[in-house]
């Protein structure tokens, strides 16, 4: 693995669009795939910006997102469509038909699931995938447990999830208990991976993480086995690791 040190989230954020950024320029079709919550906005408010500038074009690239809530319509404002329409979609040129979420309203998970690794694998695989960090280690939302799960399933969300989830909802009761999520499998197929990660109450995941033993109950220890991944985390957050390269 390979650790960036930054500042800050915005130092965070800068580094990390700029990662996107020389992906989308040195192969215009990349397939992006994409994450949700508060981490990775910095990162689309600023190839936006670059956007609006002129120095970036999505046109021919093609984005797919790690997880949807189980239940909620693209309407819906909690959803993860309508958190990527308002942060990202909406801001840039990538054309409508060409961006990807599992869709939260079909009730027959097995068939949405086997759907959505369809979608992935018709595309030829992700170039390049944004991941976030879940306080307990999850990523998309690949949960703890005693076994990784492969390709793209519903999971039952963990406790810490919905704590952590609850401040986008009026309150904890109305956090979605499921969500379809891309598996270890689907995550590690992507041919790279940038991981970024905010905060002192990410710390100790991180250091899981990159440090600590591969275990499904820290699904992101799982990334220590890819061969290209991008850590780009700010001092708050990597302040237990050595820096460096891992
Ligand atoms: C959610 C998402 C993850 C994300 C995590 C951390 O559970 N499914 O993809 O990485 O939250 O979110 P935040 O960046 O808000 O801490």
Redesign the pocket.
């Known amino acids: 693995m390979k650790i960036i040190l930054t500042k800050d989230y915005q130092d965070m954020s800068r580094k990390a669009a700029n990662i996107i950024s020389a992906q989308v320029i040195l192969k215009p079709d990349s397939v992006l795939g994409l994450?949700?919550?508060?981490?990775?906005v910095g990162i689309y408010r600023q190839l936006a910006d670059w956007y609006r500038k002129g120095d970036l074009d999505f046109s021919c690239a093609t984005t797919v997102n790690?997880?949807e809530y189980y239940g909620l319509s693209p309407e819906d404002e909690q959803s993860?469509h309508y958190f990527m329409e308002k942060h990202f979609f909406s801001k840039v040129n990538l054309r409508p038909e060409k961006h990807f979420l599992p869709d939260g309203t079909n009730p027959d998970g097995d068939a949405e699931c086997a759907r959505y690794e369809a979608q992935i694998d018709s595309l030829g695989g992700i170039d390049l995938q944004l991941?976030?960090?879940?306080?307990n280690g999850?990523?998309?939302?690949n949960e703890p447990s005693d076994a990784f799960a492969g390709s793209v399933h519903l999971v039952d969300l963990a406790g810490r999830?919905i704590e952590?989830?609850k401040r986008f909802f009026p309150s904890a009761a109305a956090v979605p208990r499921q969500?379809y999520?891309m598996g270890v499998r689907t995550i590690l197929r992507a041919k790279k991976i940038l991981l970024a990660v905010?905060?002192e109450d990410?710390a100790q995941a991180l250091y899981q993480t990159v440090k600590g033993a591969i275990c499904p109950k820290v699904p992101a220890s799982v990334l220590q086995l890819h061969p290209d991944v991008v850590v780009v985390a700010d001092e708050a957050a990597a302040h237990k690791l050595a820096g460096g390269s891992f």
């Open positions: 994450a949700t919550g508060a981490t990775p790690l997880d993860y991941l976030g960090l879940g306080h999850h990523i998309g939302f999830t952590a989830n969500a999520t905010s905060g990410k």
